[in-house]
């Protein structure tokens, strides 16, 4: 049996085929055949509002297996969240991984479109495990935001990954690593 992941690009022109696919790429190659990526183009990712992907992510939520993984990076990831948080899913997760996402809200960055809720501990899928990846090098969604996530969600695991960069230097070893462990048991 495989283990369906479900991975949301950043936003910003090009994202989906110039960046993030080598994410996918790294996953994908560290994971191999056990586990098949879901890699949707979001709508409209040179201009991102949450609207518009959270109908998309949706749709997608609708498609997951039960015990999915859900990945989100960047932007991808700040959304991810925020619809995990609002929308009713069918299928139980196994784990929600955040890659480098900036901390919308308070301390973070500042957007009326996608800001985090305050209450989003608390919405979450219960005890599906939450993980928190972000390099100590980023030059994108400072390291510091990874704290603001920690703090709004107490029960993340956090991983600073010393010399990574935004794109975690297109290298998701670590991030496969806990995904086979999760899958595990």
Not at 99 to 127: C, H, M, Y
Request: glycine fraction near 8%; hydrophobic fraction near 40%.
């Amino acid at each position: 049996m495989t283990t369906q992941i479900l991975f949301v690009q950043g936003g910003g022109e090009g994202a989906h085929d110039q960046w993030d696919k080598k994410l996918v790429d790294s996953l994908a190659s560290e994971l191999g055949r056990d586990y098949e990526i879901r890699y949707p183009l979001v709508p409209n990712e040179a201009d991102p509002t949450y609207a518009d992907w959270r109908t998309a992510l949706e749709k997608e939520f609708d498609r997951l297996d039960e015990d999915a993984i859900v990945i989100g990076h960047s932007l991808g990831g700040a959304i991810l969240i925020r619809a995990l948080a609002e929308c009713r899913l069918k299928s139980a997760l196994t784990a929600v991984i955040l890659i480098a996402a900036p901390f919308v809200g308070e301390g973070g960055w500042k957007s009326e479109n996608t800001e985090l809720r305050q209450d989003i501990a608390a919405r979450l899928p219960v005890g599906v495990p939450v993980l928190l990846f972000h390099g100590t090098k980023d030059e994108v969604a400072p390291v510091e935001h990874v704290d603001l996530y920690a703090e709004t969600i107490p029960r993340a695991l956090v991983r600073r990954l010393n010399g990574r960069d935004h794109q975690l230097n297109n290298d998701l070893s670590v991030v496969a690593n806990d995904i086979r462990c999760l899958s595990a048991g």
